[in-house]
């Protein structure tokens, strides 16, 4: 996404009528840890409520045609020898990070599903519409040091939406990036072809191309706190030996992280990177993630399976280390904080969300583009299908 911004920061929320709930002069949301320690909130169990694939094309459709199966290397044989390099750069097909693809995937497969979701066409009015990955950066906010974001807000409908703005640091990052590291993200996707087939009880095949364009996205609903969510991530694959067969309990989340060799890298793994795989998984309810060790020279020699409700025991008696309720918490706050702000239904109005660390989230109010997010072909077909409501469901439904 393009950087758009020019107004980073603003003083005071900018909103034509008073905040809903909160006091009038509330410009901004702190983010402290020690702010957000309290007991673990509420986080309903997610349920997936459909899917749908990209194409080499990035094409959208609207079933499971991407979706690959897990088949790691047999227990018993030798470990695994993976050529992390192998195909660079020739056999690779990275997706153009330059298209603003915002919410756009996500939208169709509401405008497709709208009269089929659980709870009904009104459940949406009441709920946030976003990414994984954009819930996954609030929940890690709290211990984040380096990297800021920025999160679009508007209402529509009732429902609010979130869709991720590329900061311009975050743009200067990307257009510099270096050869090693282009190669590093190469290899975290020439893993996934490693330990993935293309049918359950198939075998992988890693001579083909690594195409970042193709995707299978599990869209899911969820309710943190008194929030309903209705989410879309990317799913590596499923796992045909899953005890449980129902999505997402048998998906798999796949991961490559250099070899450690020292008590103080496995520590330093435990408190950042380990935070966001957490974080990751947990949102979609996947249970666990796979990861392959690569050496030096780029060949994969282990792997190790992470449960993702055993991560937090890596760090719970480490003074440095992340606490899960702080995450949750801090989500439950943003979005609290995101539904008192954005009180006008307008889809050309944008509640720009900004956040640098060490300071709070603050807000500014943009009309139309470069802001606005939510396509024509989206507003005018829900606004011709659905009568306004009249009432919003209950947080509870």
């Known amino acids: 996404m393009e950087p758009r911004g020019t107004k980073r920061k603003a003083e005071k929320t900018e909103v034509e009528k008073p905040l809903n ?11 402290q840890p020690s702010l957000y320690s309290g007991p673990f909130p509420f986080y309903r169990r997610p349920s ?24 790691p290397p047999p227990i018993n044989g030798p470990g ?12 690779y097909q ?9 919410l756009d995937h996500l939208l169709r497969w509401v405008l497709e599903h709208r009269n089929q979701l659980e709870g009904g066409p009104g459940w949406l009015a009441g709920a946030t519409v976003t990414w994984r990955g954009h819930l996954t950066k609030l929940l890690t906010t709290p211990y984040e040091r380096q990297e800021g974001w920025q999160l679009a807000a508007s209402r529509f409908q009732g429902t609010l939406y979130l869709s991720e703005v590329e900061t311009p640091a975050a743009r200067a990052q990307r ?4 050869p090693l590291l282009r190669e590093l ?9 490693y330990m993935c087939a293309d049918k359950p009880g198939g075998s992988p095949d890693p001579s083909g191309e690594v195409n970042t364009n193709v995707a299978y996205c599990s869209v899911l609903r969820s309710r943190l706190g008194n929030h309903p969510l209705l989410f879309s991530g990317e799913v590596d694959c499923l796992n045909p030996q899953a005890p449980c067969t129902q999505p997402p309990s048998c998906y798999v989340e796949l991961k490559t992280s250099k070899e450690m060799h020292s008590p103080g890298q496995w520590r330093s793994f435990y408190r950042h990177k380990l ?17 392959g060790f690569r050496n030096p020279e780029g060949f994969v020699c282990s792997l190790k399976t992470f449960p993702t409700m055993e991560m937090f025991e890596n760090v719970r008696n480490d003074r440095e280390g992340w606490n899960p309720s702080v995450c949750m918490n801090f989500c439950a706050a943003f979005l609290s904080f995101a539904q008192s702000t954005v009180v006008q239904d307008d889809p ?13 989230v603050t807000v500014s109010v943009h009309r139309d583009a470069p802001y606005a997010f939510l396509p024509s072909w989206y507003v005018e077909t829900m606004t011709q299908d659905l009568p306004p409501l009249s009432k919003t469901p209950s947080p509870k439904d």
Not at 185 to 193: D, I, L, V, W
């Open 94 to 102: 990275p997706r153009d990070e330059e298209v603003q693809e915002r």
């Open 175 to 178: 257009l510099a990036r270096p």
């Open 21 to 31: 709930k909160l006091p009038r002069a509330v410009p901004s949301l702190r983010t």
């Open 80 to 91: 695994p020898d993976f050529d992390l390099r192998d195909g660079y750069p020739d056999r």
């Open 275 to 291: 935070l966001k795989w957490w974080a990751q998984s947990f949102l979609p309810g996947v249970p666990h993630v796979v990861a």
């Open 48 to 71: 997936e409520l459909g899917c749908f694939s990209l194409d080499a094309q990035r094409q959208y459709h609207g079933d499971a045609r991407a979706l690959r199966y897990y088949s």
């Open 348 to 360: 050309r109005l944008v509640h720009l969300f900004s956040w640098e660390p060490g300071g709070p």
């Open 185 to 193: 993200m190469y290899m975290g996707y020439k893993f996934e072809q």
